[in-house]
Structures are given as C-alpha cells and as structure tokens.
C-alpha cells in the first residue's frame, strides 16, 4: 500500500479518469514502416513538434504520442485503473512521483548501460546525483527510476511598464499590486513559493519550504488566507492558455507562472519579463519512466531504450529547448550552433541562451519541488481550505 491516501484501492475505487484519459485517446496514428512502435504517455512537454523520424531511422520503431495529466493522483489513476500498465512503454511527467510508483510497482529501475547518452550528460551529474535534492526527481531508497528529459527553475513573471523592476517573491503579496496578482492553483508550485518567500523574509520559521511540518504548511495556508480575504488574488490559473491570457489582457501585473509563458507573451509583443528573485528558484525535472510490463519483448524493451537514449542526445535535446524553454542536455548546443540546415542562427542562439539561462537557476538554487511530501494528504486539504476561503 502506498504511503498516505493513493492505496491501489483507493484510487481504484475513486475515480474512472485513468480509463477515461485511455479512452479519450483514440486510435493512433500509422507508424509507416517501423517494424515496433513505442507507446509513449507524456504531457505535452516532450513532443518534439511531431518530429520522431530520426529515432525511427536509427531503431527503425515509432512512437505513438498520447497525453497524459500531470496530477500525482491522475498518474496513479492512468497506470492502476486504466489499464496503462499493459499500454504504455514510457511515462514522462515531472518527475518526484518515484514512491507511490514504486510501492504500487508500476515502474521499473533503469539500466544506464543501456543508454550511451547518459554519461555525456554533465548535468545529472552536477544537478542530480545521489544524495542531492535532484536526485529524489529520478531516484527513489537509493535506487534510479527516471531518466531526466528536461530541466527547469521557475519563479514568477511581472509587467514592468507598470510595476517597474520585481526581484522577490514579496511582489505577490505586496499590498501594491492587489487585484492584479495570480498564482497557478497548485500547492508544490505556489505554495512551495510562498513559503520559500515567508523563511527567506523572516517572516515564518520553516526548516524546508519543500517538505513542511502541519504546523509549517499551516502558516504558509493561513497567510495565503489572510492575502485572499484582503483581494491580492484576481485569480487562481491552471492551464498555461489561462496564464498567458491573463498577461496578455493586462488583467495581471504579476503572476505566478512559468518561463515558458512568458516566452510566448514576448512573441505576441507583451513586454514580460520572469523574475530572478533573491530568494531563489522553485527547481524540477522531467523524468522518463519506463512502466513496469512483464508481457513486453526483448525488442519492444530495446526499443523503448533507444527512444529513451534519443531523448537524452543532441537533436532531441536542442528541439526540445528551442520550442518550450527548457534546459535539456549538454550536447543540445553544440548541435543546434553545429547544425545551421536544422536550426538557423537565431533558433541557436535561442538555445544557447535558455541552456545558459536555466543553468544560472541551478546554480543560484533556491528550493526544490515537492512532488509527495511525506503530509501529502494534509497538503491536499489546506490547499482546498485555501481555495475554499472567501475572497474580499
């Protein structure tokens, strides 16, 4: 049993949303020529603009692409109740989920003999490793479970035509913007912030922002509350079409979001800018799971490596960052510089840029995302308590 509320029976018995999310999937598109075919859950994130054909012609399979949510319990529901087990080769969400998967054995260990990219990867190495905050996003009781696809720290996005320079997360609650803020209703984002915000500022006495007490999570709710009822809040967003309507209509001046929101904003000619805050980073990673399936062949699992090594080497990874700002691997750069046919001078540049950008984060630190902390349950029903107060 899994510990806290996500037992395999309680998420059989509360919701359909896995065999529903299956369900709602549809056929898969055809595959040409691959002699195997990969079949690859991931939440958006990952696709790299429908472009698989250099993995096929190295491995000669494909992948069959099929969205997936990226809810803790709606990854549990997905691989338990709808079956997944028996249809997904790959999982890639944000990774932090290694306990419930594992104590429900739906994901197995991986081999990194099997995967010649991953020792030409610096940054697990400096970001990642064992014994490191990172190491709890791909590795679980010492062992390794996810293969890091992308890595990212996120703050918080302003309008300085009309705030002016921002470099704290104190802009959220400064009485100054009231009306005008939003947060993403999620409480390992937005909360994690808040209290990384209340410790760095003195404010609260919290040993880890990423793991709290009930004592701790409670002041972090409280004050959140207490924002709430004052009006700081015009809303809460939970997609990233929301977040980026809200800074396109100006019907925000600050929010929390992250980068990539505001790469879009910037393209539709929103001067936005995402902060460097003082206080640090919310940082996290992707991680590729390889589901637990001992129906699967030797050559479907040899597939699913070599897709799983692809998404770790240079093509996968400058692709990746050129369409959703996020840092992926070491070599993505010197293959988007190298390869100009593929990715012309500004999309390299652009790559460069975000690799050096995201590397400055990590470096600078901050606070790692919670994915399950050890009172998930009690983070659960703050956060409502929060959702539920009434506002001004």
């Known amino acids: 049993m899994v510990a806290n509320s996500f037992s395999r029976r309680s998420v059989l018995k509360t919701s359909l949303l896995g065999g529903a999310a299956f369900a709602a999937c549809g056929a898969w598109p055809a595959l040409g020529q691959a002699k195997l075919t990969v079949n690859f859950a991931d939440i958006g ?48 969400i944000v990774g932090g989920m290694q306990k419930p998967l ?14 010649p990219n991953w020792a030409k990867n610096t940054y697990i190495r400096d970001f990642l490793k064992p014994g490191t ?21 996120d703050s918080f996005a302003y309008l300085p035509d009309v705030t002016g320079p921002l470099d704290s997360y104190g802009a959220m609650f400064d009485p100054k913007f009231k009306g005008y803020v ?17 410790k760095a500022s003195g404010m609260a006495r919290i040993a880890n922002p990423d793991d709290m007490t009930p004592a701790e999570l409670k002041t972090v709710i409280d004050f959140l509350i207490a924002k709430k009822k004052e009006g700081q809040f015009r809303t809460l967003w939970s997609s990233f079409e929301q977040a980026v309507n809200l800074m396109m ?30 206080e640090g980073y919310l940082l996290w990673a992707m991680a590729a799971y390889v589901v637990k399936n001992p129906a699967r062949s030797p050559e479907q699992t040899k597939a699913t490596y070599d897709l799983l090594d692809f998404m770790l080497g240079p093509w996968y990874g400058a692709k990746i960052t050129e369409l959703r700002g996020y840092m992926t691997n070491p070599q993505s750069v010197a293959y988007a510089k190298a390869n100009p046919a593929e990715f012309p001078a500004d999309k390299a540049s652009r790559v460069a840029e975000i690799d050096a950008g995201v590397k400055r984060k990590f470096e600078q630190g901050g606070t790692w995302q919670n994915r399950w902390p050890t009172h998930v349950e009690l983070y659960e029903s703050e956060w409502a308590r929060f959702k539920a107060a009434p506002a001004r």
């Open 45 to 92: 994130v990952g696709d790299p603009g429908g472009d698989w054909s250099k993995y096929t012609a190295a491995s000669g399979a494909g992948v069959n692409l099929v969205s997936i949510g990226n809810a803790p319990s709606a990854i549990l529901n997905v691989l338990i109740a709808g079956g997944g087990t028996k249809t997904y080769d790959l999982i890639n």
């Open 182 to 198: 939003a947060l993403e209703d999620n409480y390992t984002t937005a909360g994690q912030k808040t209290a990384l915000y209340l």
């Open 102 to 115: 594992v104590d429900n054995n739906l994901i197995e260990t991986i081999d990194t003999a099997k995967l």
């Open 249 to 278: 209509s100006k019907e925000v001046h600050v929010i929390d979001c992250w980068e990539p929101m505001v790469f879009v904003t910037r393209g539709k000619g929103l001067n936005a800018v995402y902060a460097a805050p003082k």
């Open 133 to 153: 905050p990172g190491f709890n996003f791909i590795g679980y009781n010492n062992q390794l479970y996810g293969v890091p696809t992308v890595l990212q720290g």
